[in-house]
């Protein structure tokens, strides 16, 4: 996607509605640019993972990380091959 948006006099710009859809910003959200090499990307500065929010909604009981995965199977399995 490419959109232009010109540079006021004071460095301002207005972010097009299209890359603010895109990127889920609205006002007083900041934004970072990032240069590399001759290209610089913007992307949204995020104080939190908006997907945190639903971290283990899928799995009610089942703490989180692989130790507590590998316990909820052998659990279920009633088997644990570290206890052979």
Same mark, same amino acid.
């Given at each position: 996607?490419? =959109?232009?948006? /010109? $540079?006021?006099? /004071? %460095?301002? $710009? ?8 895109? @990127? %889920?910003? =609205?006002?007083?959200?900041?934004? $970072?640019? =990032? /240069? ?10 995020? /104080?939190?993972?908006?997907? =945190?929010?639903?971290?283990?909604? %899928?799995?009610?009981?089942? %703490?989180?990380? @692989? ?18």
């Amino acid at each position: 996607m490419n =959109e232009q948006a /010109k $540079i006021t006099s /004071k %460095g301002q $710009i207005t972010v097009p509605k299209k890359i603010r859809t895109e @990127l %889920g910003v =609205e006002p007083g959200d900041s934004l $970072i640019f =990032e /240069k590399k090499g001759s290209n610089v990307t913007v992307r949204p500065a995020r /104080k939190e993972n908006p997907f =945190e929010k639903y971290r283990g909604i %899928g799995n009610p009981g089942i %703490g989180s990380g @692989l130790e507590a995965i590998n316990k909820y199977i052998r659990d279920i399995r009633g088997f644990d091959p570290d206890e052979q």
